[in-house]
């Protein structure tokens, strides 16, 4: 079981309980982080730090089953691509970490970037909106998942086809 009681900001509410409270308010723009236990707590106002037990493949598992059950919004999952490099000798365990991230994340695009690629969008991010950071016990480096929301009604095909019809010029 992933559930712990928080000591922030209501002892009485566990991290799922957290998410599912707050997902009505998150929209395309905002983040959530399912980070190692090594994760720096970032001083951000628009960070909410919470924790929870386990690893992050559990805690993936519950978000995206989560993020995937509202219609509002969609995941853009993003990877350090480090962790696919990342030797065994160095990592015990690091392979069953990949296989179970696999399994969390099948059928969902999946996009790799160096470690300090993400963090700065993630930095860019929450100056301006709100992120939800989910800090497990794993200790094993570069498991973090970061998980972009977009919007769950409206495509990147959509939104682009209606600049496109913005740049013509109007039927009169």
Same mark, same amino acid.
């Given at each position: 079981?992933?559930?712990?009681?928080?000591?922030?900001?209501?002892?009485?509410?566990?991290?799922?309980?957290?998410?599912?409270?707050?997902?009505?308010?998150?929209?395309?723009?905002?983040?959530?982080?399912?980070?190692?236990?090594?994760?720096?707590?970032?001083?951000?106002?628009?960070?909410?730090?919470?924790?929870?037990?386990?690893?992050?493949?559990?805690?993936?598992?519950?978000?995206?089953?989560?993020? *995937?059950?509202?219609?509002?919004? *969609?995941?853009? =999952?993003?990877?350090?691509?480090?962790?696919?490099?990342?030797?065994?000798?160095?990592?015990?365990? =690091?392979?069953?970490?990949?296989?179970?991230?696999?399994?969390?994340?099948?059928?969902?695009?999946?996009?790799?970037?160096?470690?300090?690629?993400? =963090?700065?969008?993630?930095?860019?991010?929450? *100056?301006?909106?709100?992120?939800?950071? =989910?800090?497990?016990?794993?200790?094993?480096?570069?498991?973090?998942?970061?998980?972009?929301?977009?919007?769950?009604?409206?495509?990147?095909?959509?939104?682009?086809?209606? *600049?496109?019809?913005?740049?013509?010029?109007?039927?009169?």
């Amino acid at each position: 079981m992933l559930s712990t009681r928080m000591s922030a900001p209501n002892c009485n509410e566990t991290w799922e309980e957290t998410l599912l409270r707050r997902l009505p308010y998150l929209g395309h723009r905002n983040w959530i982080v399912v980070a190692d236990a090594a994760y720096p707590q970032q001083t951000s106002p628009g960070i909410q730090t919470i924790l929870a037990e386990g690893g992050v493949a559990d805690a993936v598992t519950i978000v995206l089953e989560t993020v *995937r059950s509202s219609s509002h919004v *969609r995941p853009i =999952i993003y990877l350090d691509k480090e962790l696919a490099a990342l030797p065994v000798r160095h990592a015990a365990g =690091i392979e069953t970490v990949r296989i179970r991230l696999a399994a969390a994340t099948a059928g969902l695009s999946v996009r790799q970037l160096p470690h300090d690629e993400i =963090i700065a969008k993630l930095d860019a991010a929450g *100056r301006n909106f709100h992120v939800l950071l =989910i800090k497990t016990r794993e200790t094993l480096p570069y498991t973090s998942v970061f998980i972009e929301l977009d919007c769950g009604y409206w495509s990147s095909e959509a939104e682009q086809d209606l *600049r496109t019809t913005m740049k013509s010029p109007p039927n009169l």
